[in-house]
């Protein structure tokens, strides 16, 4: 099951360590970033501006920036059950420096034990530009996924896999956006040590 949904709101089973659960997180200041595109590709959000996604990714109100929960609640969430038996959390930031060593990981805690052969083939088919260039992980190439739903891209040049860069928040933040992200992000994590780095 590939979910955004809060911990919390996983079956019963899995918080009881029933199953296995990965969990990829990413630094907030770039998941803003892919918040915002999202919207301007997907028929069903609305369409923002920049500073409104930036806005409602920070407030409390639903919207397109927390229509999953809020990233300061959700993501400590997984990350207080990290030493559970049954959850691998990872960083985005982490597989993009190291993608083969994050295949070899992750196939440890499945359980999995895949050849050098196999380890090679998982780990190209899993690069941005592989998962790009495929219908059944870029929605928008999927024609039946596209009619359905990201209609609205047509001519954006948008797509469901856009970048997957580290730091891409960088060409997106003013000096100012940056000043309030940071002051807010160090209040919400002032007792968590989860931290990203910001390339």
Known sequence: MKTHLPYS??????REGKGKIVYCARNPKDVVVSVHNMGLMVDIYPVTTWDETFQSFLSSD??????????????????????DDNLLFIKYEDMKKDLRGHVVKIADFLGRSLSDE???EVTENCT?????????????????????MYKCSEGTGIEFMRKGQVGDWKNWFTPKQLKIFEDFHSE???DIDLTFPDE
Not at 9 to 14: E, G, V
Not at 142 to 148: L, S
């Open 128 to 148: 941005f530009s592989a998962m790009k260039g495929n219908p059944a992980t870029n929605m928008s190439r999927d024609p039946p996924m596209h009619e359905k």
């Open 188 to 190: 919400k994590m002032a």
């Open 62 to 83: 639903p919207g397109i920036g927390t229509f999953n929960g809020s990233w300061w609640d959700v993501v400590p969430e997984y990350w207080r059950h990290k030493d």
């Open 118 to 120: 196999q380890t090679d």
């Open 9 to 14: 709101f996983l079956p019963k089973q899995a």
